[in-house]
């Protein structure tokens, strides 16, 4: 039986998303051990290296030099405020909240695009007005229903999203241009430098402390690295390469579901009504704004 093109993309991009939302539970629980800032930086420099490590990093050759040392850059510092902001949120909402809010960088994408001079299709104005309904709902206690629910771990993974769909468009441009093993090593280093250089002088006294990491901490931390960043990003990019944005984004914001079934498994992390009606909002809305342009009115 022989496999497309796309269906190996999307294979890929399904099992990325399966592993990221079962790191969103070993995430939050890591934070019993470690600072968001000590576990974003660490997961993602052990990670590069582990990737490295089973790499011949010699043998993928890069035409430009330039031009892939600047995008790698460029592509590791996103991804550490991304990371960075999404754990912060993670140490005071629920896994499950942080997967359906992460997943709304589906939405920021078309966005973004309208500053990079692409057209954007109307169906992305009613999706945010759903998604932004779902999000009231998701966050509330279901007796009292406001925007003053949404707690600051919400927004910061809220704001986490912004950086996430910079990332995705980022990823897009990169991985047609460079050796994607290559590139995922360099921008995992970046990223985690950036954050470690960052932590050490800024925040010395702390971040430098590892006296009181348990062993279940550890062994979250390792988790993260080969799971979230050797195993999920890379598997992404390859998806990329061959599956065009829209099914892409689509597959991906099923990670959302992942977080909320192993937060539910592992974490006793139940959604009461509203939780169940906002979640769904926030999913159709993401998965409309993915079909939508495909529909031709006659």
Same mark, same amino acid.
């Given at each position: 039986?022989?496999?497309?093109?796309k269906t190996k993309g999307l294979i890929f991009l399904l099992i990325a998303s399966i592993v990221w939302g079962s790191t969103f539970v070993p995430q939050k629980i890591a934070m019993e051990d470690w600072s968001p800032l000590q576990f974003t930086s660490l997961r993602f420099l052990i990670g590069g290296i582990i990737l490295f490590s089973f790499i011949n990093f010699s043998s993928e050759k890069v035409e430009s !030099?330039?031009?892939?040392? #600047?995008?790698? %850059?460029?592509?590791?510092? *996103?991804?550490?405020?991304? /990371?960075?902001?999404?754990?912060?949120?993670?140490?005071?909402?629920? /896994?499950?909240?942080?997967? +359906?809010?992460?997943?709304?960088?589906?939405?920021?994408?078309?966005?973004?695009?309208? !500053?990079?001079?692409?057209?954007?299709?109307?169906?992305?104005?009613?999706?945010?007005?759903?998604? +932004? %309904?779902?999000? *009231?709902?998701?966050?509330?206690?279901?007796?009292?229903?406001? %925007?003053?629910?949404?707690?600051?771990?919400?927004?910061?993974?809220?704001?986490? /999203?912004?950086?996430?769909?910079?990332?995705?468009?980022?990823?897009?441009?990169?991985?047609?241009?460079?050796?994607?093993?290559?590139?995922? @090593?360099?921008? !995992? #280093?970046?990223?985690?430098?950036?954050?470690?250089?960052?932590?050490?002088?800024?925040?010395?006294?702390?971040?430098?402390?590892?006296?009181?990491?348990?062993?279940?901490?550890?062994?979250?931390?390792?988790?993260?690295?080969?799971?979230?960043?050797?195993?999920?990003?890379? %598997?992404?990019?390859?998806?990329?390469?061959?599956?065009?944005?829209?099914?892409? /984004?689509?597959?991906?914001?099923?990670?959302?579901?992942? =977080? =909320?079934?192993?937060?539910?498994? @592992?974490?006793?992390?139940?959604?009461?009504?509203?939780?169940? @009606?906002?979640?769904?909002?926030?999913?159709?809305?993401?998965? !409309?704004?993915?079909? =939508?342009?495909?529909?031709?009115?006659?």
């Amino acid at each position: 039986m022989i496999i497309s093109s796309k269906t190996k993309g999307l294979i890929f991009l399904l099992i990325a998303s399966i592993v990221w939302g079962s790191t969103f539970v070993p995430q939050k629980i890591a934070m019993e051990d470690w600072s968001p800032l000590q576990f974003t930086s660490l997961r993602f420099l052990i990670g590069g290296i582990i990737l490295f490590s089973f790499i011949n990093f010699s043998s993928e050759k890069v035409e430009s !030099f330039k031009e892939f040392s #600047i995008f790698s %850059l460029i592509s590791g510092t *996103i991804l550490a405020l991304a /990371a960075l902001t999404q754990q912060i949120g993670i140490v005071t909402t629920t /896994a499950t909240n942080a997967g +359906f809010y992460t997943s709304l960088y589906v939405l920021i994408v078309p966005i973004i695009g309208i !500053f990079m001079s692409k057209s954007i299709h109307w169906s992305i104005w009613p999706s945010i007005m759903i998604c +932004f %309904l779902g999000s *009231i709902l998701l966050s509330s206690s279901g007796e009292n229903i406001s %925007l003053t629910n949404i707690s600051n771990g919400d927004l910061w993974i809220i704001f986490s /999203a912004i950086f996430w769909a910079i990332h995705l468009h980022v990823v897009s441009y990169s991985v047609s241009k460079f050796p994607i093993f290559k590139f995922s @090593i360099i921008q !995992f #280093i970046v990223c985690g430098s950036l954050l470690f250089i960052y932590g050490s002088i800024f925040d010395s006294k702390n971040f430098l402390d590892f006296k009181d990491i348990s062993s279940p901490g550890i062994f979250y931390l390792f988790y993260c690295s080969l799971g979230s960043v050797c195993i999920g990003f890379t %598997l992404q990019m390859f998806g990329q390469r061959l599956v065009e944005p829209t099914p892409a /984004a689509l597959i991906m914001s099923t990670e959302a579901i992942f =977080a =909320a079934f192993f937060g539910w498994i @592992i974490l006793s992390e139940f959604l009461n009504l509203s939780g169940f @009606i906002g979640a769904g909002l926030i999913f159709l809305g993401v998965v !409309f704004v993915q079909l =939508a342009p495909k529909v031709k009115i006659q």
